[in-house]
């Protein structure tokens, strides 16, 4: 193991300090840093054991099916085997509390002796899990979770994202908003590390092209519980937009609220695309028509990997009862993907870990978001961002994308946010 791997550590309490400067709130108690080294596994034999760790309960159920469900599909896809072995899934429910998900981590690694972790919804869980990964050199390859810091300050060599940072969307989408949507915005987003991260990014680039941000509100998390209060405040402020990012079932008790008291129609609401994504907006309905919002995938984009995805989800049974496509079973599919290149190139064999390292960090293919290339240097995918509008397409309601942003990488540091 090189000396600069095992540098890369962070206490802690550095991370907690991270999270008030970079945005990312680690709202747990110390359950994971300084336990014993676990025995950690790896080699070339036998199935491949993936710990999936998603929430499969609370606000973000909906998330972690639909991630899980990518998943299966682009295993299904190579017969379930990656690198010559046959993959074998180990689920777990990680919930939205960081100290139970923690736990949960454990029992897959120690209990469990997976290969490696893949899943990963909240930034809160994420920020909770990096130390416990980092100093066991046990690879995570999170599907969901922004947390802006995993790519930055707190790195690490065995984390990898096929998703997203918070920065991403919600970057471009303050230049965007600031040009579209009027000057004077107001910011509401749950008060946890992925609303943070929200307001940092949009905050700094909308201001940089002139706009004003007339209120933050953040609002309890996971549950934001009576809303009256928060759109009272909305109303009160008569700001020209709403800037938010709420996702799951926080976005369907946010959007509903929002159309119940009438701001609907007077205030324009935007955000980061997780708000009005497919798995929402059957929810919302008609109340979500108009709504702009960015993010690194829509349904309608017309590639073909785009259609194929969206034609082959459609036809799964989901336990729910749930249907078709969405930017998670999108995650979950890539995820899934990056997986088994990267132990395609190292044959099955865990313990080479300097190659899987640069087989996940140098991994390039189709993806119905348009392309998936890894950022060799930050660990995180860069990625094509689309501003879209939800609009009523052939009798159902869909994001239609009205204007493509390019390529975005994360900056890999704080220098582009406010402070
Ligand atoms: C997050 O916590 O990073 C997150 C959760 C749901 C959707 C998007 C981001």
New binding site residues.
């Given amino acids: 193991m090189s000396v600069e791997r095992q540098k890369g550590t962070i206490s802690r309490r550095q991370f907690l300090q991270l999270g008030a400067v970079g945005g990312v709130v680690a709202a747990t108690g110390s359950l994971l840093a300084g336990c014993a080294a676990p025995n950690i596994g790896g080699g070339a034999s036998g199935p491949l054991k993936i710990g999936v760790l998603l929430p499969y309960s609370d606000i973000?159920a909906a998330?972690g099916e639909s991630i899980t469900e990518g998943m299966r599909m682009y295993f299904e896809s190579v017969d379930n085997r990656a690198g010559g072995r046959p993959i074998e899934l180990i689920t777990e429910d990680e919930g939205t509390a960081p100290d139970a998900a923690a736990q949960k981590a454990r029992k897959l690694v120690e209990q469990d002796q997976v290969d490696l972790v893949a899943g990963i919804?909240?930034?809160?869980v994420a920020a909770a899990l990096r130390d416990y990964f980092h100093d066991n050199q046990k690879f995570l390859i999170i599907a969901?979770?922004?947390?802006n810091a995993l790519t930055r300050a707190a790195k690490s060599p065995y984390i990898f994202r096929a998703s997203f940072t918070?920065w991403q969307p919600n970057w471009p989408m303050g230049s965007w908003a600031a040009a579209n949507l009027g000057r004077r915005a107001f910011i509401s987003v749950p008060d946890?590390?992925?609303g943070k991260d929200t307001i940092s990014a949009f905050t700094h680039s909308f201001t940089a092209a002139g706009g004003e941000i007339v209120k933050v509100q953040l609002t309890p998390f996971p549950n934001i519980g009576d809303p009256a209060p928060f759109l009272a405040e909305i109303q009160a402020a008569a700001p020209d937009f709403v800037y938010s990012f709420y996702?799951?079932a926080a976005a369907v008790t946010f959007v509903k609220a929002y159309s119940d008291f009438g701001l609907t129609g007077s205030i324009p609401l935007a955000g980061s695309g997780?708000m009005v994504e497919q798995d929402v907006l059957p929810s919302h309905g008609s109340s979500a028509l108009g709504i702009k919002s960015a993010l690194h995938w829509a349904l309608t984009l017309d590639n073909a990997e785009n259609q194929a995805f969206v034609a082959a989800f459609a036809q799964r049974e989901l336990p729910s009862g749930n249907k078709g496509a969405n930017v998670f079973a999108v995650q979950g599919y890539d995820t899934a993907r990056l997986i088994v290149e990267a132990l395609n190139a190292v044959e099955g064999d865990m313990s080479r870990t300097d190659d899987l390292i640069g087989a996940f960090g140098s991994a390039a293919f189709p993806s119905p978001r348009g392309a998936f290339k890894m950022d060799s240097t930050t660990h995180n995918v860069i990625n094509p961002i689309y501003i879209r509008e939800v609009q009523e397409v052939n009798g159902t309601i869909a994001n239609v994308v009205l204007t493509s942003v390019g390529e975005v990488p994360d900056p890999g540091d704080n220098s582009k946010d406010a402070v």
């Avoid at 919804?121 to 809160?124: H, I, R």
């Avoid at 969901?144 to 947390?147: E, L, Q």
């Fill in positions: 973000y998330l919804v909240s930034s809160g969901n979770a922004g947390a918070n946890y590390g992925a996702s799951g997780f």
